[in-house]
């Protein structure tokens, strides 16, 4: 339970303590097992390791500095708008892996060659962004896993960071995550009582 209790957003961390690639991947694929809707998979993220690559959010950032100064990577999650494009790969890949049989699989790719005609683009953004979202959640407690911490930044410019990072618009901005070694005990933050949040009915 105390990864789940125990999490607070980390805006301070050690600067010398760099997460190493490939336990960085590692954290991301774990992480990438968070559902998303007709599992097309449509998250995408830009990661900055290098102070160069940072520096270049700088500008755009809405304070969130201490984050950017001290993080081990900033993790901006993109939600890819043709997500329609990878279909084919996702559910011919579980057919050929024996993850589903050949009738799922005709099945879907011909339901998503249907929605792919009529859908609106709001909606494959709104689709979009609650995926990024659940991948983030998952990446925040993976981190933690990992004995990391991790702050959710929504404190940028989303009109601009796209041509900051040279990212082309069919990528569109869900979210940033910083991650590290915390330095900081964070704050303790009040949770509104389920009398405030939950119906039964
Ligand atoms: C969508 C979203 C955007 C956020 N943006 C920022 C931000 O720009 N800067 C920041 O310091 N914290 C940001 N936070 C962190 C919240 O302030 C924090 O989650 C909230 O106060 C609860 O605290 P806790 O995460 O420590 O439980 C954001 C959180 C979410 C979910």
Same mark, same amino acid.
Request: glycine share 4%; charged share 25%; hydrophobic share 40%.
């Given at each position: ?10 805006r301070?961390y050690?600067?010398?303590?760099k ?10 694929e ?10 097309l998979?449509p998250?995408?993220?830009?990661? @900055?390791e290098?102070? &160069? ?6 500008p #755009?950032?809405?304070? !969130?500095q201490?984050?950017?100064?001290? /993080? ?5 999650i993109?939600?890819?708008?043709n997500?329609y ?6 559910f ?16 879907q ?12 683009e709001t909606?494959?953004?709104?689709d979009g ?11 925040? @407690?993976?981190?933690? &896993?990992?004995?990391?911490d991790?702050c959710? #930044?929504?404190?940028? !410019? ?5 041509e /900051?990072?040279?990212i082309d ?5 869900v979210?940033?995550l ?9 704050y303790?933050?009040?949770r509104?009582p ?5 119906i039964?009915?």
């Amino acid at each position: 339970m105390s990864i789940f209790l125990d999490r607070r957003s980390i805006r301070k961390y050690k600067k010398d303590v760099k997460i190493d690639k490939n336990t960085l991947n590692e954290m991301i694929e774990v992480a990438m097992r968070a559902p998303s809707s007709m599992n097309l998979q449509p998250t995408r993220l830009v990661v @900055l390791e290098s102070n &160069e690559a940072k520096e270049k959010i700088r500008p #755009i950032l809405f304070g !969130n500095q201490l984050q950017l100064d001290t /993080a081990s990577h900033f993790i901006v999650i993109f939600t890819d708008l043709n997500k329609y494009d990878k279909a084919d790969k996702i559910f011919k890949s579980a057919f050929d892996l024996g993850i589903i049989p050949k009738e799922v699989m005709d099945s879907q790719l011909s339901r998503i060659s249907e929605i792919k005609k009529t859908v609106p683009e709001t909606k494959v953004l709104h689709d979009g962004i609650l995926d990024g979202g659940l991948f983030a959640m998952q990446f925040m @407690l993976v981190a933690r &896993e990992y004995g990391y911490d991790t702050c959710p #930044i929504g404190g940028f !410019n989303r009109s601009l960071i796209n041509e /900051a990072l040279n990212i082309d618009k069919h990528l569109h901005p869900v979210l940033i995550l910083s991650v590290g070694k915390s330095d900081e005990s964070g704050y303790q933050s009040y949770r509104l009582p389920l009398s405030d949040t939950v119906i039964y009915k």
